[in-house]
């Protein structure tokens, strides 16, 4: 008879996840020990880091992941990453240890109730009532996060179940995709064929249910500009395409506003709408009609406002064009922003619009530079899918070992990660991970200095800037890299960019380089004063 830890290696096989990111701790030792040599295992040194990285790879590969935390610390370190994966809809399966059965009831040292604390941010969690469930609640639980929408599962496993006998375990087929109603996209299809100015919102979801194509397919059939949701996780349609408008703003008003001149908006694939700050307005003008086409019943539910449909966006997509009446009319696309100046201080203008020039034309971005999203989304061009990540939920610490994981699936695209001077520090230790595995990551810091977005916030709300907390003076993040192994360097004149950036392209090893950038003078989000933000003094 085979034993549970057999069984479970044979099932992770089967279902694909042979590569498994974790941090060990004595909980997990009976599972990790003797790893067959199928198996990959990536070290995080602190469970954000390793889940990070593991989610990272799951966007890279398309795939589920597999992340194995450490009993509670799974949670306590790991839970921002479940946060995101949550957000984010991507298939993460995290397994953590859990102390001895035999003596649970007498709350030993290490004991977890980590399946009661990750609840609101998991599709599942478990712990299964008997040793021999375990392999069957890991399928189970893969099998839910790679259902649409997909997103993070945990299951909690005491130490002594490894051992116990197990019967074999086949790995089943569950389909994934869930159709949208035919009679509800005719309704759709009806608006459109009626409409005078239709626009296009593209979402994160579009690339989750890989619709990029079908997409860009619809929007020129339609000629209907199209727009980026606020706050994109990812981009999903090509930066330079003729119909692209830009992203919308991330405040009720604002954004209604951005939308007012359309009498038709088809969302796909994004909530109706993700805000920041409370600026409060109608969440669409009166006149246009709103439809969203969404995989998450939790979107269709909370939208604001609009017809909501729940299915894949890829069929949905394609389902419209075979139904719609072609456009042959479409309106002019805006002038490109003008090159930024070689300033010293380095504006992230420049540091963006020269990346752009010399980043390889299939290079993946994973960022996470609070302040400095304007400038990135107006200087950096993708044209391809899965070329743009970013963090989901505001929670800082995604952009770092998300760039390691998506290098990792990804040897052969160059991935770029343009992140702020305070958020490399949540989860550092990924650097250290990418040394090891020689996963050839460029890390570009935008070392500004302090937390510019708190700043900016702090005047677009009125709060003034009598806050502490706000500086970051005194640390070397090159030196820091170079403790983790990584080849680092510093960048204060713009004349040193291109050199700098160029050599680490030329790099088959992972890099960081930090730039001096200037400070502040970036809007909240893009937006400004005007949009009448609330006032929380
Ligand atoms: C885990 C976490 N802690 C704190 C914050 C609050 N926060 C939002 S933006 C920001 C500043 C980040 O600083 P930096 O990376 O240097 O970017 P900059 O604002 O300077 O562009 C902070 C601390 C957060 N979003 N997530």
Same mark, same amino acid.
């Given at each position: 008879m085979?034993?549970?830890?057999?069984?479970? %290696?044979q099932? !992770?096989?089967e279902?694909g996840? *042979?590569?498994?990111?974790g941090?060990?701790?004595s909980t997990?030792?009976p #599972? &990790?020990?003797?790893?067959?040599?199928?198996?990959?295992? #990536?070290?995080?040194?602190?469970e954000?880091?390793?889940a990070?990285?593991?989610?990272?790879?799951a966007?890279?590969?398309?795939?589920?992941? #597999?992340?194995?935390?450490h009993?509670?610390?799974?949670?306590?370190?790991g839970?921002?990453?479940?946060?995101?994966a949550?957000?984010?809809?991507?298939? &993460?399966?995290?397994t953590?240890?859990?102390?001895?059965?035999?003596?649970?009831?007498?709350e030993?040292?290490?004991?977890? /109730?980590?399946?009661?604390?990750?609840?609101p941010?998991?599709?599942?969690?478990?712990?299964p009532?008997?040793?021999?469930?375990?392999? @069957?609640?890991?399928a189970?639980? %893969?099998?839910?996060?790679?259902? @649409?929408?997909?997103?993070?599962?945990?299951?909690s496993?005491?130490?002594d179940?490894?051992?116990?006998?197990?019967?074999?375990?086949?790995?089943?087929?569950?389909?994934?995709?869930v159709?949208?109603?035919p009679?509800?996209?005719d309704?759709?299809v /009806?608006?459109?064929?009626s409409?005078?100015?239709?626009? !296009?919102v593209?979402?994160?979801?579009?690339?989750e249910?890989?619709g990029?194509?079908e997409v860009?397919a619809?929007?020129e059939? &339609?000629n209907?500009?199209?727009?980026?949701?606020?706050?994109?996780a990812?981009?999903? #349609?090509?930066r330079?395409?003729?119909l692209f408008?830009?992203?919308?703003?991330?405040?009720?008003?604002?954004?209604a506003?951005?939308l007012?001149?359309?009498? *038709?908006?088809?969302?796909?694939?994004a909530?109706?709408?993700l805000?920041? @700050?409370?600026?409060?307005?109608?969440?669409?003008?009166?006149?246009?009609?709103l439809?969203?086409?969404?995989?998450?019943?939790?979107?269709?539910?909370?939208? !604001?406002?609009?017809?909501?449909?729940?299915?894949?966006?890829?069929?949905a997509?394609?389902y419209?064009?075979?139904?719609?009446?072609?456009?042959?009319?479409?309106?002019?696309?805006?002038?490109?922003?003008?090159?930024?100046?070689?300033?010293?201080?380095?504006t992230?203008? %420049?540091?963006?619009?020269?990346?752009n020039?010399?980043?390889?034309g299939? @290079?993946?971005?994973?960022?996470?530079?609070?302040?400095?999203?304007?400038?990135?989304?107006?200087?950096?061009?993708?044209?391809?899918?899965?070329?743009?990540?970013?963090?989901?939920?505001?929670?800082?610490?995604?952009?770092l070992?998300?760039?390691?994981?998506?290098?990792?699936?990804?040897?052969k695209?160059?991935?770029?990660?343009?992140?702020g001077?305070?958020?490399?520090? %949540?989860?550092?230790?990924?650097?250290w991970t990418?040394?090891?595995?020689?996963?050839?990551?460029?890390?570009?810091?935008l070392?500004?200095?302090?937390?510019?977005?708190?700043?900016?916030?702090?005047d677009? *709300?009125?709060?003034?800037?009598?806050?502490?907390?706000?500086?970051?003076?005194?640390?070397?993040i090159?030196?820091?890299?170079?403790?983790?192994?990584?080849?680092?360097?510093?960048?204060?004149?713009?004349?040193d960019?291109e050199p700098?950036?160029?050599?680490?392209?030329?790099?088959?090893?992972p /890099?960081l380089?930090?730039?001096?950038v200037?400070?502040g003078?970036?809007?909240?989000?893009?937006?400004d004063?005007?949009?009448?933000p609330?006032?929380?003094?």
């Amino acid at each position: 008879m085979s034993t549970v830890r057999e069984v479970t %290696y044979q099932l !992770l096989r089967e279902l694909g996840m *042979t590569t498994i990111f974790g941090n060990p701790g004595s909980t997990e030792l009976p #599972f &990790l020990r003797d790893m067959p040599s199928d198996f990959t295992y #990536f070290l995080g040194l602190h469970e954000r880091s390793a889940a990070g990285m593991a989610l990272g790879y799951a966007l890279g590969t398309g795939k589920a992941a #597999f992340a194995n935390l450490h009993s509670i610390a799974s949670v306590g370190n790991g839970l921002s990453t479940l946060v995101d994966a949550l957000g984010a809809h991507v298939p &993460l399966v995290v397994t953590t240890g859990q102390q001895d059965r035999r003596h649970l009831l007498s709350e030993p040292f290490l004991v977890s /109730r980590a399946v009661k604390v990750v609840k609101p941010y998991v599709k599942w969690a478990c712990e299964p009532q008997r040793a021999e469930d375990v392999p @069957a609640a890991i399928a189970r639980g %893969y099998y839910l996060a790679t259902q @649409a929408p997909m997103g993070p599962v945990f299951i909690s496993i005491p130490m002594d179940d490894w051992t116990h006998e197990c019967q074999p375990l086949a790995a089943r087929t569950v389909t994934q995709t869930v159709l949208a109603d035919p009679s509800a996209l005719d309704e759709i299809v /009806r608006a459109l064929d009626s409409c005078r100015n239709p626009a !296009l919102v593209a979402g994160a979801q579009i690339e989750e249910d890989r619709g990029w194509h079908e997409v860009v397919a619809l929007a020129e059939h &339609l000629n209907a500009d199209v727009y980026q949701q606020p706050i994109p996780a990812r981009w999903t #349609f090509p930066r330079s395409h003729r119909l692209f408008r830009g992203g919308l703003l991330p405040g009720q008003q604002p954004l209604a506003d951005q939308l007012g001149a359309y009498d *038709t908006v088809i969302v796909l694939g994004a909530p109706v709408f993700l805000y920041y @700050a409370y600026v409060p307005g109608n969440p669409i003008q009166p006149g246009t009609k709103l439809f969203q086409v969404t995989n998450s019943p939790q979107h269709a539910a909370a939208a !604001l406002a609009g017809t909501s449909i729940v299915g894949n966006l890829a069929a949905a997509a394609q389902y419209i064009r075979a139904h719609v009446k072609a456009r042959t009319t479409a309106t002019p696309p805006p002038p490109l922003p003008p090159p930024p100046k070689p300033d010293h201080p380095i504006t992230p203008a %420049y540091l963006f619009s020269t990346l752009n020039k010399l980043m390889p034309g299939d @290079a993946v971005i994973a960022e996470e530079c609070p302040s400095s999203k304007g400038d990135l989304d107006r200087y950096l061009l993708r044209d391809q899918p899965g070329s743009f990540y970013s963090v989901p939920n505001g929670v800082l610490g995604f952009g770092l070992p998300a760039a390691v994981g998506l290098q990792l699936a990804n040897p052969k695209r160059r991935v770029v990660c343009p992140i702020g001077d305070g958020s490399i520090q %949540y989860s550092i230790q990924a650097l250290w991970t990418a040394v090891q595995h020689h996963a050839p990551v460029i890390v570009i810091v935008l070392r500004n200095g302090d937390y510019t977005a708190l700043k900016s916030f702090c005047d677009f *709300t009125q709060v003034g800037r009598n806050v502490h907390g706000m500086d970051l003076p005194g640390i070397d993040i090159v030196k820091i890299a170079q403790g983790y192994g990584m080849t680092a360097e510093e960048v204060d004149l713009p004349q040193d960019l291109e050199p700098a950036l160029r050599n680490a392209f030329a790099s088959s090893q992972p /890099r960081l380089i930090s730039v001096n950038v200037t400070r502040g003078g970036e809007k909240c989000m893009g937006m400004d004063q005007s949009v009448h933000p609330p006032n929380y003094r």
